[in-house]
């Protein structure tokens, strides 16, 4: 595969993918593919070596693991971490606002959303729907409404002098979106709008009645090549679905004979405490149930975890919001992440271990330090090697306007990305 092959992939799984329950969906499909076989978390186990697995947890999180051929106490695992949730607008439980003829829908800030860009943006919801059939059974359904049904216009700048010198934005009353035009007495119930939207994409279902729901408002612009020259690629939730693709296409392009594993887990962007976050014992379940429990500290010690998170490219606008010295380019390479307060993981021998199989490719790579008079943002990095004990390092790929509604990165980095993962998945030794 090549630059370009691989960047339409890319492509394709971030459209397929608007919600971290789409992209869990998205990416089993292509391990289903590829020959993995699905595990159930409720059900015994019994794996075999030179075999492929993955397991989901609430549809939201997901680990993809082959066992190898060998002994993993012996050989150790070639884990790698991301994460599938990006900051955006969430619906809220009882959303439903009608003011001046206008449908509107109350939303949640979900994580550290840069706000200004949702607006004038032409919007969709996607995500997952809880009901009841008509006999009382409780079941989901993964929705996508695909078209623009919603926007959240500006407010004209006749009627906001100071909008381009002291604009703020107030998320309970500036961000509520418009669905539709329609008198409060005509209006459906959005529950009523859901069993709908279920009943078209999913016409088999027998929907009594919607209990609840996780939904994400998305932008439905396309991903996309940019520049003159074609140097980047623009798209929704490149942090940090786009990590989540190239671990995914590493390990499955890689030879299937050393043990490895993908976890790519909900909830970094709001902490990761939860089931099936990084603080979670998701991960470490797992582990336990593949190596058992007397042999996973011996596993761990061999093992080392590349936690994928995009990075910090320099802005050229606002260079001075950089280290001199640590300043990344996109198509510059991958980034090594390095804090050491601790909020990346990396250490000099996991940095070394990466830059040496980097240099045995002859590819590119950079490394970045926050500027000392600023703080660091963190990754799962940290949170995974804390409750593991597993030597970690943080890496990812250059980008601009991180935690935006549309977020741009360099076109050839992934690629490169992808290229060291799989050298390092098929690595005899660890230590």
């Avoid at 300043?327 to 990396?346: D, E, F, H, S």
Wanted: charged letters at 20%.
């Amino acid at each position: 595969m090549d630059n370009s092959a691989f960047n339409a992939n890319l492509f394709e799984f971030l459209q397929q993918s608007p919600t971290p329950y789409h992209a869990v969906q998205s990416m089993a499909r292509r391990l289903e593919k590829a020959g993995f076989e699905r595990l159930d978390e409720q059900l015994s186990w019994s794996l075999a070596p030179g075999q492929r697995y993955y397991v989901t947890r609430n549809d939201s999180s997901i680990i993809a693991f082959q066992t190898g051929q060998g002994d993993p106490a012996a050989q150790g695992v070639r884990m790698m971490g991301a994460h599938t949730d990006s900051p955006c607008l969430r619906v809220k439980p009882n959303p439903e606002l009608h003011r001046k003829g206008y449908y509107q829908l109350g939303v949640e800030v979900y994580g550290g959303a840069l706000l200004n860009p949702w607006f004038d943006r032409d919007l969709s919801i996607a995500g997952r729907v809880s009901y009841v059939d008509g006999q009382g059974r409780l079941h989901d359904a993964l929705v996508n409404f695909e078209k623009p049904v919603v926007t959240i216009p500006s407010l004209a700048i006749h009627l906001d002098r100071e909008a381009n010198s002291s604009r703020t934005v107030n998320p309970q009353t500036d961000v509520p979106p418009i669905l539709m035009q329609c008198e409060e007495k005509d209006a459906a119930s959005f529950r009523d709008l859901l069993a709908r939207q279920i009943g078209k994409e999913h016409p088999q279902a027998d929907v009594a009645r919607v209990l609840d729901y996780e939904l994400s408002l998305y932008d439905t612009q396309p991903p996309a090549t940019v520049g003159f020259n074609d140097e980047f690629i623009a798209s929704a939730r490149l942090d940090n679905l786009l990590s989540c693709f190239i671990g995914l296409q590493a390990l499955l392009d890689a030879d299937p004979s050393q043990p490895a594993l993908l976890v790519c887990n909900d909830h970094e962007e709001v902490g990761s405490q939860s089931a099936e976050g990084a603080q979670g014992p998701f991960l470490s379940s797992v582990l336990e149930r593949w190596v058992g429990l007397e042999d996973k500290p011996r596993v761990i010690a061999r093992s080392m975890m590349i936690s994928a998170d995009n990075a910090h490219g320099v802005h050229p606008n606002y260079a001075d919001r950089h280290d001199g010295n640590h300043g990344p380019l996109l198509n510059g390479g991958p980034v090594i992440k390095i804090n050491n307060n601790q909020r990346y993981a990396t250490n000099s021998r996991t940095s070394a271990l990466y830059r040496h199989l980097s240099d045995s490719l002859d590819l590119p790579c950079q490394a970045f330090v926050v500027r000392s008079d600023m703080a660091c943002g963190s990754t799962i990095g940290p949170i995974t090697a804390g409750n593991l004990g597993v030597r970690t390092l943080d890496i990812g790929v250059p980008q601009f306007a991180m935690h935006s509604i549309r977020e741009t990165a360099g076109a050839k980095d992934a690629y490169v990305l992808y290229r060291v993962l799989r050298q390092y998945i098929e690595l005899e030794r660890l230590d």
